[in-house]
């Protein structure tokens, strides 16, 4: 769908694609345990979180050098702009290269070599945020944040994501209160397969501006009240929701009652490669099984530009948000 649209929700290292780990694997020399890209499709089947998260982190093995996450992030935008993104706030997970022996330099300035020219090549806007792993410990946060003062040029924030239950926001307030201090803006997935009690936590203790997922809030009312009160957007991931089992069937999804409750809902994809679909393909199946009507589509068009941090070009934001009020379905 060529709705003009933001994708705030966008795991870098989960856009890629059977061929690109392929092509990656052999460049570098690495072997994959599996005998071609259909046996790895097949493989891209999952229970739960954690079975996702093992394969994800297993498939990471075959980006090495700047030339290959200048590749996956080319790759992934190329994709994002024939589906209408216009403006992206992309993720990355240093901890878990930096456990590979990548260095943090090779993650970012790879990355930077496709984002810093994505507007020209691609026509799509970027901003990188750095997430934290969650089950890793609070000073390896903080070890992190650490080694990415060079490049807090190319990063415009920090968020929190992997393994979610067990791992409550408070375990890593003092990052947060150091990212905060150095200027950075702050987001985490909260409410995803943990309590609406995150939620809270995340706002009240992490500071943060968006919730990752926060699917569960609709388990509090009072909850909802807030997040509705004080706009506080919600980057929702429908078809990684199912995926995940988060809902068993997409046409279960809340998403239309949390738009009738007033909640500021975007749509975004998570991991496009390993959940079946890029950002409009996420909105061409809510569309479906949910019967979203047009207005709707743009409310969540609208609201993914509102929820961006484009607060550096606000005059971007309005050529956005004009875009997707002359839109014709
Ligand atoms: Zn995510």
């Known amino acids: 769908m060529?709705?003009?649209?933001?994708?705030?929700?966008?795991?870098?290292?989960?856009?890629l694609e059977p061929e690109l780990a392929f092509e990656l694997a052999a460049r570098n020399g690495v072997e994959l345990p599996y005998a071609d890209t259909d046996s790895l499709r097949t493989a891209y089947q999952f229970e739960d979180l954690q079975s996702f998260l093992n394969l994800y982190y297993e498939l990471m093995a075959v980006l090495r050098t700047e030339r290959d996450f200048e590749d996956l992030a080319n790759a992934y935008l190329a994709r994002a702009a024939a589906q209408g993104v216009r403006h992206a706030e992309i993720f990355f997970d240093p901890q878990a290269h930096l456990a590979r022996g990548v260095e943090m330099g090779t993650v970012v300035e790879g990355l930077w070599r496709a984002l810093g020219s994505s507007a020209r090549n691609h026509g799509v806007s970027t901003q990188l945020i750095m997430c934290f792993l969650r089950d890793e410990s609070a000073e390896s946060a903080l070890e992190t944040l650490d080694a990415a003062k060079p490049y807090l040029d190319r990063i415009v924030g920090v968020g929190l994501d992997s393994a979610e239950v067990g791992h409550p926001p408070v375990k890593f307030r003092e990052v947060y209160e150091a990212a905060a201090a150095l200027g950075l803006r702050r987001v985490a997935h909260a409410g995803e397969e943990g309590p609406p009690e995150y939620i809270v936590e995340a706002l009240d203790v992490l500071g943060v501006e968006r919730i990752d997922h926060g699917l569960r809030c609709v388990e509090s009312p009072e909850l909802v009240a807030r997040l509705v009160r004080?706009?506080?957007?919600?980057?929702?991931?429908?078809?990684?929701?199912?995926?995940?089992?988060?809902?068993?069937?997409?046409?279960?999804?809340?998403?239309?009652?949390?738009l009738d409750a007033g909640l500021m809902c975007t749509v975004n994809s998570d991991d496009p490669a390993?959940?079946?679909?890029?950002?409009?393909?996420?909105?061409?199946?809510?569309?479906?099984?949910?019967?979203?009507?047009?207005?709707?589509?743009?409310e969540l068009a609208r609201n993914s530009f509102l929820a961006s941090f484009l607060e550096h070009d606000e005059e971007l934001r309005a050529r956005y948000l004009a875009e997707v009020d002359a839109y014709e379905f």
Do not use: W
């Open 2 to 15: 060529s709705l003009p649209k933001a994708e705030l929700h966008l795991h870098i290292e989960g856009t």
């Open 230 to 258: 004080d706009r506080v957007p919600l980057t929702l991931c429908p078809l990684s929701n199912v995926r995940l089992r988060t809902v068993d069937v997409l046409g279960d999804h809340p998403l239309p009652a949390m």
């Open 274 to 298: 390993y959940f079946g679909g890029y950002a409009g393909d996420n909105f061409e199946a809510v569309q479906q099984a949910l019967g979203l009507s047009e207005e709707r589509l743009r």
